[in-house]
């Protein structure tokens, strides 16, 4: 079974930033995608960001854009989310998830993914 192994969230002052990291493992081709996505107290879980392993494109949400930034790391199996200016509605619990792809696919529609991490919690403070 595919395992995603989400770290890096912590306390951080607002226009910090914080790298969250994902290792998957289980699945070893590159016909998948990894979705960033979070969930606030009261809120909806809504997708960040996500990358395709078929072509390393990306998507972001319109909240992150320009700030955020999703790369994968030399291993291929571990995905990163760099976070700059950082702002406290950015506080959430952060969970990277998994979907196998046969086509490159950037989906931030949290439905469409079949694996998740346990997520990491990120605080900003103001």
């Known amino acids: 079974d595919v395992q995603l192994q989400a770290s890096g969230g912590g306390l951080v002052q607002a226009g910090g930033s914080l790298r969250l990291s994902c290792a998957v493992s289980?699945?070893?081709?590159?016909?998948?995608?990894i979705g960033w996505f979070r969930q606030a107290p009261g809120k909806e879980r809504e997708g960040v960001s996500c990358?395709?392993?078929?072509?390393?494109?990306?998507n972001y949400a319109d909240s992150v854009k320009a700030r955020f930034t999703i790369s994968r790391g030399n291993a291929k199996n571990t995905v990163y989310l760099r976070m700059n200016s950082l702002k406290p509605e950015d506080t959430a619990v952060y969970y990277c998830?998994?979907?196998?792809?046969?086509?490159?696919?950037?989906?931030?529609?949290?439905?469409?993914?079949?694996?998740w991490g346990q997520g990491t919690l990120v605080t900003v403070s103001s």
């Open positions: 998830a998994f979907v196998h792809t046969t086509v490159a696919m950037t989906t931030l529609i949290p439905d469409e993914y079949d694996y």
């Open positions: 990358i395709s392993m078929r072509d390393l494109s990306t």
């Open positions: 289980g699945f070893n081709y590159d016909d998948y995608a």
